[in-house]
């Protein structure tokens, strides 16, 4: 029991120190890259391949950057009444570049809608993670589809892909702070999500197959009493 509450110590210092260092190393970073902009737009010939390379890996660099400080963010600044397919539909917009990119279809079926209660940015983050993760693992003309179904009590997004799957011992691993497969990975991203997730009292289910993919079923609990007084109440002034 002691030995959980040091442990979690040691990484609240060691998140704030990686977040404290990835905060002062970006200014400089984007002051770099502004420049190198201006080159490029002046630059004719040759090096403008390498200013094309020294823009994608500084690009690299900011992604790194941005999921530490995701990570050692308050959990939550403002919290407000949220429509969940309007974040969906926001995330599948952001990621469709990235999608076409890497030649993946996505498509998103959002037909249902509720209300949380949550940070707006950080749900929508939360969720990016998720999609991200679902179009790195899938291979050129693979598909990845997001959807939204709505009862009673819950919103239930399912994210699927028709990537590479894991095996169960990988889907064990998934969360834990650091561990990533890939080779410019921060292994970040889950935990990032899982907490957000979390805090809402939301959970998050794996299930996959290795070759064939994966699907994420991510359920948060809805707050719909508003939606509900909202509905009576333009009933009565319609009458
Ligand atoms: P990162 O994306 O930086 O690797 P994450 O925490 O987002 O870190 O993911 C951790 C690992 O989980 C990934 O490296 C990958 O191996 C695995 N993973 C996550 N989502 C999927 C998915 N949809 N299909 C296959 N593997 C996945
Ligand atoms: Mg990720």
Redesign the pocket.
Known sequence: MREEIIKSEKLNTLGELAASIAHEVRNPLTVVKGFLQLMKRQSKGEEDEYLEIILSELGRAEEIIN?YLNFAKPQFEKVERVHIKEILSEVSILLNAYAVKENVFLESHLDDDGILLTDRNRMKQALI??V???I???PPKGYVSISLQVTEENAVIT?K?T????SKE?MA???TMF????N??????????LKIIETIGGRVR?S?EVKK??T?EIILPLRNEKLKKEHVLSHHLDA
Request: charged share 20%; no cysteine; aromatic share 8%.
């Open positions: 999921d993670n998720f991200k993760n679902a790195e693992a899938t994210v892909d990537g590479k799957g894991m990988e691993r998934i969360g561990y990533t497969t890939k410019q990975g921060t292994g970040l991203g889950t935990s990032v999500s794996y996959s993919g994966t994420v």
